[in-house]
């Protein structure tokens, strides 16, 4: 949600980020519903101010015994009632609303120009991508191969887009998340939570999935939603709060199945693994003061890549540009991870600083320091949110990195002690 004030400021810089992803300017539009907001605000406390002074008035008419004085201030006070009714300044609340919700967050000032991923700024890469000397194979025709990766049987339980994993695959996945959790709890100060899967309207309103994504999520008859990403109940946390300046950062993080239709990717991806309806995924979020999230976004990007490093794969840093910047963030660094078989790279982890976007959508504000004079007016909060990482994708990673000439898998060191000693996979 956007601050109405510093629109009516600069309008121009407003419109001015919207251009950059695309989008027309909208600062006429908003401003317009703003002025009709407030003169409906200001008639109808005129009315009001109006019908409390006859209100007044028919107290000492009646006092008088002035019965035909007080029936006339009676009738006009009725009819201030119902001008302030038909001024309807709820209406033009919502309308200013729907407007300002419908619009994506500003973007940072750095952020690359650009229409889409073609623009987007490499900012550092780890490793060299590995020239295997046999033809690399995909991480489907691996599993398959192994006979532990089934997506005809996934297809007969629940259709396309899911997977079976079975026996060391099945454990391999699970292995995974169970470390990068332990990783991100025990070393990188986050605190572990387990939300529930399921969230109502207001969650993901506050962490802008709603209105404008609907048809990307899955809902149930009883009105819920099942999370799209733990960041919808993670950030939440914050929803409603008044926070103490000491409470901050506050820094959770889940592992969670995630569930999305991907409406909007039909005939993409759709052999393997890349792109589920369901996958597990690892999350982390930070809820900061505005002035400490800059610092915040790089820890908990180079959270996300030390899991990369860890695991033996080839990655590389990327500043998405504007156009490929997602709605709710300012700016968003991509992880992305090389894929021998198929010869690409391709996003694992997106790192996103979303300013107070979302704080304000949600009403998550601190408060700073008092002053000489009590207590301190509030502020909102910064939200931060990462995949530390996709399970699903790590796994992908894995596989065609690790894999070898005779069609086995060589387990990374450090999930060793999540595999009961398996070392390799092999048929």
């Known amino acids: 949600m956007h601050d109405i004030r510093a629109i009516r ?53 009646k006092a008088r015994g002035d019965s035909a004085e007080t029936e006339r201030l009676l009738n006009s006070v009725n009819a201030d009632i119902d001008e302030a009714a038909a001024l309807e300044v ?57 006979g ?39 070393e990188h100060g986050y605190t572990e939570v387990s939300p529930p899967l399921l969230v109502n309207d207001a969650a993901l309103y506050g962490t802008a999935q709603l209105p404008k994504f609907a048809e990307d999520l899955f809902r149930t008859t009883d009105g819920r939603w099942l999370i799209p990403t733990a960041e919808v109940p993670l950030t939440n946390l914050a929803a409603g709060e008044i926070l103490a300046p000491d409470a901050l950062p506050i820094r959770v993080t889940a592992l969670t199945p995630c569930f999305r239709s991907e409406a909007g990717s039909a005939g993409r991806d759709t052999r393997g693994m890349l792109r589920q309806h369901q ?33 033996g794969l080839t990655w590389r840093r990327v500043f998405l540009c ?3 910047t997602g709605f709710a963030s300012a700016r968003t660094y991509d992880l992305e991870v090389w894929l021998p078989g198929q010869g690409a ?13 979302q704080a304000r959508r949600m009403n998550a504000r601190y408060r700073p320091a008092e002053g000489a004079g009590g207590k301190s007016a509030t502020a909102f909060v910064h939200t931060l949110n990462g995949s530390g990482v996709a399970v699903g994708r790590a796994l992908i990673a894995v596989l065609e990195t690790h894999q070898q000439a005779d069609g086995s898998v060589l387990v990374p060191d450090v999930l060793l002690p999540w595999m009961g000693g398996l070392s390799r996979i092999a048929r």
């Not at 890469?125 to 046999?134: I, S």
């Not at 790279?345 to 997106?350: G, H, K, Q, V």
Request: proline share 5%; net charge negative; glycine share 6%.
């Open 9 to 61: 400021a600069d309008p121009a810089a407003f419109d001015g980020s919207l251009a950059r992803r695309g989008s027309p300017p909208m600062s006429e539009r908003v401003l317009e519903a703003d002025k009709w907001r407030r003169d409906a605000i200001a008639l109808a406390e005129d009315a009001q101010r109006r019908r409390n002074e006859r209100s007044k008035a028919i107290g000492q008419a």
């Open 148 to 186: 532990l990766m089934d997506f005809a049987a996934a297809a007969k339980l629940a259709g396309s887009r899911f997977t079976v994993l079975k026996g060391a695959l099945a454990r391999l996945e699970r292995a995974l998340g169970q470390w990068m959790i332990s990783l991100h709890a025990d």
């Open 90 to 146: 709820p209406k033009r609340e919502e309308e200013l609303k729907g407007l300002l919700e419908s619009l994506p967050n500003i973007l940072d000032p750095d952020v690359p120009d650009g229409a889409d991923e073609t623009a987007n700024l490499v900012l550092h890469q780890h490793g060299t991508p590995a020239v295997l000397p046999f033809d690399a194979r995909q991480h489907f025709e691996i599993g398959e191969a192994l």
């Open 345 to 357: 790279w391709r996003e694992i982890s997106s790192c996103s600083n979303c300013r107070d976007f």
């Open 322 to 324: 504007a156009g490929d």
């Open 279 to 311: 996958f597990q995924k690892c999350e982390l979020v930070s809820i900061t003061r505005p002035e400490d999230s800059d610092v915040e976004h790089e820890r908990m990007t180079r959270c996300a890549e030390r899991v990369l490093t860890e695991l």
